[in-house]
């Protein structure tokens, strides 16, 4: 691949330092990963103690509880790039790296 092509990945970076890397970029993705699967092992320790309740209403439970966890760590990952690229800059005159 061509060197001036930006979206190509580095022949040497391993996954572990791209990871690192991609999460200094956005560093809540790595939380709501995290959240994630948090709550599917919760739901899986869960599942053997549901008493009367059926399959499908535990499982669509913890579905919408992984979702919303994600999408509150996107949400305030969004909300922090938004302070770091515009509130910050304008009140704190920091430069950009």
């Known amino acids: 691949m061509s060197a001036d092509n930006q979206w190509s ?8 330092s791209r990871l690192i890397r991609k999460s200094r970029d956005s ?3 790595p939380v709501g990963i995290a959240g994630f699967m948090t709550v599917v092992s919760y739901g899986l320790y869960k599942l053997k ?9 535990h499982l669509i439970h ?3 509880a992984a979702q919303g966890f994600v999408v509150g760590a996107v949400t305030l990952g969004v909300l922090y790039s938004m302070y770091k690229d515009y ?3 304008r009140f704190f005159s920091v430069s950009k790296k």
């Not at 990945?9 to 572990?16: F, I, K, N, T, V």
């Open 87 to 89: 509130i910050r800059p």
């Open 62 to 64: 913890m579905r919408v």
């Open 49 to 57: 103690y549901r008493k009367d309740q059926k399959m499908s209403i």
């Open 9 to 16: 990945a580095d022949e040497e970076e391993g996954q572990l």
């Open 27 to 29: 560093p809540f993705v």
